[in-house]
């Protein structure tokens, strides 16, 4: 029935949607199976993209190739670009998404690729042969056959779903668990855990009171993920900020006895930085009231995500504390909100490129490695869709490295140091953040993208039009000076010292709250290069004069690092060979089994005298 496929992809989430499309972007045949069609690419919990950390990895995606900065920009219906009252290291874009077209679109874009079959069914098995995966088994009883396997299954391994005293199997809600995979990976030999996450109540929208909420609208000037011109909509939609006070944590408190996570029902670890309402109340019982983001789940639809208000605790107790918010008297729940317990693979037992220790030809990514999140998903997804196809065509595979991404950051971390708890990126998980921003992520990685095959000529030269005229501006900066007469009443109004002569257009630049703009009423040739210039190539130059000095220090940094990152270690390297090394440094590096010197000394346990035994030995 089915031919021999290149790659399967098991899980239609935003892990397997990318890995799908990667793999087959790049020429290889793929199946992706999933348990539901008609959730391929679906927002599990809150619908939207992006944030702190997570908007530059979604950046990063787009400018290697991937889709999930162009699915987010088509089914936006809010925009806004966080934290730019700070650096530009932490501005970071987010978007509101339409959820059911957000699916859609995700289901368009798979089905417009030649090379994806799509197959709707539960993987219960791999089939391996000689090391390596030869394909899977489904509840069916088919047999596919395929060169590599990627694993993208979400929460829905042994999944557990929790409402007060209730319990009962899925992997999402209405959706039932996959079971069997987890059983015959650990038979395998690969060690597992578990891991909970949880999603609040939604309810419709009609029975608000907005009036009693603070509105929150998006940007005026409203940007884009990806760095491809398509189309954006044009209106956007208000989101609303409300909070809870005394009363709701009182009525929320009631329910506690009956709270799975309080009884000790649940067992897996939950996302540290995005606690359920009960957790926050137990862990800061000081606060009177805690922040509450009412967002709307698509441009028709009335149903709204109550974001802030993750929760497990029995439904009625979740309907009568919501009653109590401001703006929610009337509230009615479309459903309750949940929390699920899932198994997850401690992600040590990866390679840098995703692929397993124990199986070969066998990758992992998504939340079956630990993390939580949309977007830390697609970008393994990605990954494992790249180097899969890399794998099996006996090409280089690709390894970002810390000092160049995001992505190479969050897979390090995994690799090298595992996790217990859901892991979330953050822009202080990067010691290279300044250099990491959402702004320059096509020119860090769109070159390395084309020499994959992952984007053509044109979204290459683009990148390099962007650079050429962005160092264009920068030089006319240096170049060029500006008089005390032209400049000193635009100072005045920015309340900046007068200049006490002419100086260099690039010196003023480097002040707080002078930009380009204001140069340009004092300089009319430098006011006709940015008619000419797109708003991302002025605020490129910009970053590069304000932060030059930043810059410097952080590329002699890297610089300085590169030749441990640069010092590779054979896989199979024996380190039982080494006496001098500790025995804890001696277990975690065969378990670990680190690519590089750099990636041995980022792992606990190893100390410095140990990568000194390594280092000696190597050269």
Known sequence: MFKKYNVIVVGGGHAGCEAAAAAANMGSSVLLVTMNMATIGQMSCNPAMGGVAKGQI????????????IIADKTTIQFRMLNQSKGPAMWSPRTQNDRMRFAEEWRLQLESIPNIDIWQDTVKAIQVANGKAAGVITSLGLTIDADAVILTNGTFLNGTIHIGEKRFGGGRTAEKAATGLTEQ??????????MKTGTPPRVDGRSLDYSKMEEQWGDEQRGRFSFTEIDLPTEQRCCWITYTNPAVHEKLKEGFEKSPMFTGRIQGLGPRYCPSIEDKINRFAERDRHQIFVEPEGWKTVEIYVNGFSTSLPEEVQQQ???????FEKAKMFRPGYAIEYDYFPPLQLDLTLETHLIKHLFFAGQINGTTGYEEAASQGLIAGINAHQRINDRHE???????????VLIDDLVTKGTEEPYRMFTSRAE???????DNADVRLTPLAHQLGMVGDDRLEKVKSKVAAARQLVDYLRKHSVGAEEMNPILAELGSSPLTQKIRLFNVLTRPHVHIRH???????????LAHCDTEIVEQAEIQVKYESYFDKEIEIVDKMKRMEDQEINPDFDYTSLVSLSKEAREKLIKVKPRTLGQASRISGVSPSDISVLMVHLN
């Open 185 to 194: 990976l650990v038979g395998l030999g690969f060690e597992s855990g578990r």
């Open 58 to 69: 979604v950046r990063e995606i787009d400018a290697l190739g991937g889709y999930s900065g």
């Open 398 to 408: 690709l390894i970002l490295k810390r000092s160049e991404s995001y992505i190479g």
């Open 519 to 529: 140069l340009a009423q004092a300089d009319t040739r430098l006011a006709g290069l």
């Open 321 to 327: 504390a919501l009653q109590l918010i401001p703006g």
């Open 432 to 438: 290279h953040r300044l250099l990491l921003r959402q």
